[in-house]
Nanobody
Framework: QVRLVETGGGSVQAGGSLRLSCTVS????????MAWFRQAPGKQREGIVAIYNTGEITSYADAVKGRFTVSQDIAKGKVYLQMNSLTPDDTAMYYC???????????????????WGQGTQVTVSS
């Protein structure tokens, strides 16, 4: 069983920044890919980016390109999402996900990830 816990969410004004953290614990030997998703009320869960244990990083969702950056510290069991130049459209619940998948240029769909965190809320005001 893999446990994922997201932290770092909060409320910021437009133009501000936040850094989200995902802490991985438990038996994660089958996990080779970690990803960030987000879901706004009434909308589908949207893949943001994924990062492999090799260091390979997928493309970013168009809406966040140039503003968000994913990184990891495998030894510490940490995955991060740096979010800059935030806008109200970034308001959502942000989720960390883990799974085992073949190398891909895209983050993929939710069903490709077997482990999920509880989410952390990000609210951006105008």
């Amino acid at each position: 069983q893999v446990r994922l816990v997201e932290t770092g969410g909060g409320s910021v004004q437009a133009g501000g920044s936040l850094r989200l953290s995902c802490t991985v614990s438990g038996d994660n030997v089958m996990t080779n890919c970690m990803a960030w998703f987000r879901q706004a009320p009434g909308k589908q869960r949207e893949g943001i980016v994924a990062i492999y244990n090799t260091g390979e990083i997928t493309s970013y969702a168009d809406a966040v390109k140039g503003r968000f950056t994913v990184s990891q510290d495998i030894a510490k069991g940490k995955v991060y999402l740096q979010m800059n130049s935030l806008t109200p459209d970034d308001t959502a619940m942000y989720y960390c996900a883990g799974g085992r998948r073949h190398s891909s240029s895209s983050v993929g769909a939710t069903y490709e990830y077997k482990s999920w965190g509880q989410g952390t809320q990000v609210t951006v005001s105008s």
